[in-house]
């Protein structure tokens, strides 16, 4: 679905890091055009690197393409970098005083009224802004590795920043797909780093104590309460767990076992030479036979896999997605009735290919229901017809399967109505994949499949046929009639029960 | 497909709350007997809950059907619940001397050989041995809330309990699904509460200081670090963030934040009735809009979905699930040749329904992809035959949707060879719901969808059509003569390109 011509935003990234060049990626792949400031000489490589992970998970979290790519320009200065920037993402190494020096930098250059947020871990936003000329422009926005699949970001402004700043700087977080947790009131470390410093600490103890290795202890976080965490949190974990008596009740059962010695509550391990190398031994053995590239990999895979299972769930950071989903399909142009409708335009996400190496046979048909069911919706069967009681069922399905389709491949549905009158709708689908060459240029689509279905109108009640609305019926008569000129596919198959 | 009758094992729950009933559920849907004592009168109600939870969710992990569900017999005592049960497995409230009554009594009448797991979070086996005649057979055996789905469970023997009890405790474990961690040592708490612990007493610090509320917790957690840590654990996470310079370098880089005042390290919170109010208010806001029945079955709809999603990666808990689907595959019978084969018998999953509330018609080719990958399998086009560079591709697919599925029913594909010679292969497949009736009993089966399936063998490398091997076309043309016996389908569809 082509996007019309927007206005291009443009962010400036400070600090070319795993960090850095995770936000930058996010901005990029969002249709953002980005700056990027690193001194480092190796920083192009680096980022190229982030970027070449980002492009090949990031798009697998969508059902709808995302826009154009934006452009990426290296500048030489801070000062090039900003000036024409609405947003500057500082991910500078954490020292006060660098970060004073930048931002004070970046003040000097930037527009006026552009905002910049800080990924800083360690520093609150009152000692951020006491070193720099303008800190009503200065907010934390601290994210998490990778940057470019995880949407949470907690935003702790300076206290002279205005309300309307923070509602700015948080839709520009939504615009890329991120979901902003504005924190009540500062404090070191933030709200994440608080958790993950608390159990750092103790897996250190597990470690140098000799009851746990760190595979051990990594085992039973990701096949315990870190699978039990991706979905819901503590408290409503526990809120469950409390039963219907609530969590006052939870607290009463479980309260006192905080008095127990249950952690290493009052001491932390000295970070010697023999803890140091008796955890990065552990380490190997557990992880060294993959390189970290490697690991990376694994991991998005993983982190897309599941959020994109808890979209289908509709909970969590699924329901993120599917707000940026919402998000990209309003600045989708609407169609030209003469020709086949665009249906469909997405990335073959990561987990629809199978051991043949290439997308599995049922997602061939899995596009031509979303292409139907996209169909049904600009006709007006959509979500509100289906709550009021009635849809299409699918009959019968024909599919034909010319070429194979990978991962990360652009496709898009062009369906043909073939009839649309009365109880039936048969629809003719074709798969593209959308030619795309270096740069993004166009190059000539390739037909990977085509499918036709039957289906029939029915009322959700009586799980029977039923007649559609006039509304739709007028909608189907109108493309009919416009699709009769097109071109009819050779062989049909579908229709004719046996 | 058809378990041949295996020997049934039995096992005794003693305490039948949440934790009792979730190992209930996941002893009883793995074939096994189960005998429960629980003095409270509700017993046989809350059990009942529990059940009904762990049978909606739990067949959804797998692939495979599940054996027949066992006999559950809620018991008067104890004695007669452990009388001829090989694995007693104890959850009674967290008391040490009711623990040491009660298994004193488990082991005046449990069978010799018979093991005891304690579901205990508070105890060491030391301390659970201490008071008991045998303490030979004692194991801290500690699950996670939902023990029917969360995989991973510690295990800590008494110092008594022999290497070979040990290793039939943990093969028991992994028999009913799960991922049975043995302890080094023994610890208060063992590991994993250790590390809730650490973040339940900072949660309630930034509840009590303001800095977020139970849904900020909750979000920054679920929509962060706890997403990661569903798939690799803390120092696999960390190991990445190194970069290749690995974990030592990572220590380096961050070891020294342990010194900063990031965690309220020396204290704990006064859980007074301000705390717990205020708590108790704030997750009212968060969740009290659902029932806790509605979050369990939120929480296990998404724990199966996320489950399935790792499955699909073949990585923690997703592998423990192809473990266990490859263990139930091991009990299926052979096929009669004569016959359309059994090659799919399996609960649609949770995760398979769509908005029109019913199983998605992409999931009907998913299931004939499948019943033909099991047909492949069946003569000799298995893993093995595709990592040496061979398989078949599908060309064509023809769909007759005849009735609705919905999550939950267990169905069955029987696929019938229409033609299997030279590069071709022909397949007919019929997908049954299994009419299963109250107690489990067989009705008749209902047809639900057909798929014709025309498949053209390939060789991977060039990825175009070639001839299988000698032994693969024996086995077809054998099944071909067998099956030209059987009546054929009224219509072809597939086979002829236009």
Chains 1, 2 share one sequence.
């Not at 949190?233 to 809120?239: A, D, N, P, V």
């Not at 085509?450 to 959700?460: A, D, K, N, R």
């Amino acid at each position: 679905m082509t996007h019309p011509a927007a206005v291009r935003r443009r962010a400036a990234v400070i600090g070319g890091g795993v960090i850095g060049g995770g936000w930058l990626a996010r901005f990029l792949l969002n249709g953002w055009d980005v700056n990027v400031f690193d001194p480092d000489p190796e920083a192009e490589r680096k980022l190229a690197e982030v970027l070449a992970n980002a492009r090949r998970s990031l798009p697998s979290l969508y059902d709808v393409a995302l826009p154009a790519s934006g452009k990426m320009r290296l500048c030489r200065t801070v000062e090039e970098a900003v000036a024409d920037a609405e947003w500057i993402q500082e991910s500078v190494p954490e020292r006060l005083e660098l970060k004073h020096r930048v931002m004070t930098q970046i003040q000097a250059a930037m527009p006026p009224s552009a905002l910049i947020g800080s990924s800083t871990s360690g520093f609150k936003p009152s000692e951020l802004g006491a070193g720099v000329p303008r800190p009503e422009s200065v907010l934390v926005v601290h994210p998490f590795n990778p940057v470019y699949l995880l949407p949470v970001v907690e935003v702790v402004p300076h206290a002279s920043v205005t309300e309307t700043s923070i509602a700015r700087a948080q839709e520009t977080l939504r615009s890329i797909g991120m979901m902003p947790l504005r924190l009540r009131r500062e404090i070191d470390a933030h709200v994440a780093d608080r958790f993950l410093e608390a159990v750092w600490r103790e897996a250190l103890w597990l470690v140098k104590d000799d009851i746990a290795t760190t595979q051990e202890i990594d085992d039973v976080i990701r096949f315990g309460f870190g699978i039990r965490w991706a979905q819901m949190g503590l408290f409503e974990t526990y809120r469950i767990a409390g039963g219907e008596a609530g969590m006052a009740h939870f607290l009463a059962q479980f309260g006192p076992c905080l008095k127990w010695p249950w952690t290493k509550l009052m001491d932390v391990p000295d970070l010697d030479d023999a803890l140091v190398k008796k955890i990065s031994d552990q380490s190997d053995a557990q992880s060294g036979m993959r390189s970290i590239r490697e690991l990376e990999r694994i991991r998005d895979d993983n982190l897309v896999s599941m959020m994109r299972a808890l979209k289908g769930r509709n909970w969590a950071s699924g329901r993120t997605l599917r707000e940026h989903d919402d998000r990209l399909r309003r600045e989708v142009a609407p169609p030209d009735w003469s020709q086949p409708i665009l249906t469909v335009a997405r990335t073959v996400p990561i987990d629809w290919t199978d051991y043949n190496g290439h997308m599995n046979e049922a997602k061939y048909l899995d596009l031509f229901s979303s292409a139907a069911d996209r169909f049904m919706e600009l006709v007006g069967c959509d979500a509100a017809y289906v709550a009021a009681g009635s849809s299409y069922f699918t009959a019968e399905s024909h599919l034909q399967h010319i070429a194979e389709a990978h991962a990360g491949e652009r496709v898009r549905v062009l369906t043909q109505l073939l009839a649309g009158s009365g109880k039936k709708l048969h629809l003719f689908h074709r798969l593209f994949a959308e030619g795309e060459g270096a740069g993004g240029a166009a190059t000539e689509a390739r037909l990977l499949a085509t499918g036709e279905q039957f289906l029939i109108h029915v009322s959700l009640e009586t799980r029977r046929s039923s007649v559609p609305s006039a509304a739709v019926q007028e909608r189907l008569r109108d493309i009919e009639s416009k699709h009769a000129a097109l071109p009819r596919p050779g062989r049909l198959h579908c229709g004719q029960r046996d």
